[in-house]
């Protein structure tokens, strides 16, 4: 394996979906672009006055969304340097940013308790959510449904929301005595997978919400969570400094690595 050092925790690592599979690295006040075959940075966006958060590239790998510590959302086309866009309503730090998979929608979940809908063209806001109670730090989208995404937060909720309507689908609920910490929707949009504590638990979508499995392999808080391009491999990463990866028949452990360090983000290329 390759260890590159970088200046400050690591929030997310993103791979770029289109070749050559260059990835995004969030940490402190930057993100760095490494090249796949280089593993040397080849591009930093650093306009942030404090912390990133959550750099993910858009599906046709041409554009990049970042959250920030002061609460605004910075949207940046790869092949420059200075922001194309930047959206500001939330009052505080905005931990996830996402791209819906029409390509023209930006979700965000922030520290405000607020997770919101924004439109890409008019740089505007196009909906706020208010169900949640706490700190929202973990959310994704549908694959497959440009109207749907998802957002957990700190206080044991989970809200499913339809990205045209004012409501949440299924307003959150207490799912476990731990935090949220991620969340992974399948790409065929069946289930999702939410973090709390040691804990990776799945649910079925179609059936309400209902609990499928609960997953109990780590020793500590998992921080991450991740699912192979086919959807038969979930892995996952915990302050334990153990990767898990699971098969998604059986939701047996398949194999295991060990690290030096707490493990706070991964990804697939």
């Given at each position: 394996?390759?260890?590159i050092k970088e200046f400050g925790a690591v929030n ?258």
């Amino acid at each position: 394996p390759v260890q590159i050092k970088e200046f400050g925790a690591v929030n997310k690592i993103d791979f770029s979906p289109v070749p050559p599979y260059n990835y995004a690295v969030t940490a402190s006040s930057r993100i760095h672009i490494y090249g796949r075959y280089s593993q040397e940075p080849i591009k930093t966006f650093s306009r942030f006055k404090d912390a990133a958060y959550c750099a993910t590239y858009r599906d046709d790998g041409n554009l990049l969304v970042a959250g920030s510590e002061e609460g605004s959302i910075r949207l940046f086309d790869i092949s420059g340097k200075a922001p194309l866009r930047q959206f500001d309503g939330h009052t505080k730090a905005v931990h996830v940013v996402g791209f819906l998979s029409d390509k023209y929608r930006i979700f965000s979940g922030g520290d405000d308790y607020s997770s919101n809908l924004w439109d890409i063209p008019s740089a505007t806001e196009i909906v706020s959510y208010s169900e949640h109670t706490d700190y929202v730090r973990c959310g994704c989208a549908s694959r497959v449904n440009a109207d749907v995404f998802i957002t957990g937060d700190s206080h044991n909720g989970w809200a499913l929301r339809p990205g045209v309507m004012k409501e949440a689908l299924y307003h959150p609920l207490k799912t476990s005595p731990e935090k949220h910490k991620c969340v992974h929707m399948s790409n065929c949009f069946v289930c999702f997978l939410l973090t709390g504590g040691r804990y990776v638990k799945v649910w079925d979508v179609l059936k309400g919400g209902q609990l499928l499995v609960s997953l109990k392999n780590h020793h500590k808080t998992v921080t991450c969570l991740c699912l192979n391009s086919s959807g038969q491999r979930l892995l996952s990463g915990s302050l334990d400094r153990h990767v898990k990866i699971y098969s998604t028949t059986s939701y047996k452990v398949v194999h295991s690595f060990n690290y030096a360090t707490s493990i706070l983000s991964l990804a697939l290329s």
